[in-house]
């Protein structure tokens, strides 16, 4: 996707994520559309991609919500490399493949998340990060998948295909 394109489409992420989306939280939790975004791009576009896109709204959401600058990016970073990975291995076109990536990569980000928290002198039970934080967001954003996978793939398909 171009950059313009990705940048807005994380701005209004950002948006939702922390004005609509509080409405439709599950028991505290509600879905990252961030990461969703990321981890599809990464996933689609490769580990480069992945990784570069991760760091920038990363940054995006560390400005945006304040606290420690960069935790936030290296999380979703490492989860765009790794969905990158998997998209180098796996079949890309399927949308249960996609989400699988989209669990595990999200829960392998947010882990960095709470491991750099604990770094920076947060110390946050691992039972409550693991079974109260990372796992319900992981369930929640993959749920998501279905509905962005296919209109992301159709645009990186005719993208590809004026190249």
Known sequence: MPFLVLLL?????????????DYVDVLGIKPDLIMLIVVLNGFL????EGAFLG???GIL?????GGFIGLNALSKMAAGY???MAGLRLFRENTLVA???????TFAGNSVYYILLNMVGIKVPPFYAFFRVIIPVAVYTSLLTPLFFR???RFVQL???DI
């Open 82 to 84: 790794l969905a990158g």
């Open 99 to 105: 989400t699988g990536v989209v669990f595990l990569s």
């Open 151 to 153: 209109r992301i793939f």
């Open 55 to 57: 760091y920038a709204a």
């Open 159 to 161: 993208r590809d295909r």
């Open 45 to 48: 576009l490769g580990t480069r």
């Open 9 to 21: 489409l994380l701005a209004g992420a950002i948006i939702l994520q922390t004005t609509v989306l």
């Open 61 to 65: 959401e560390d400005l945006f919500a």
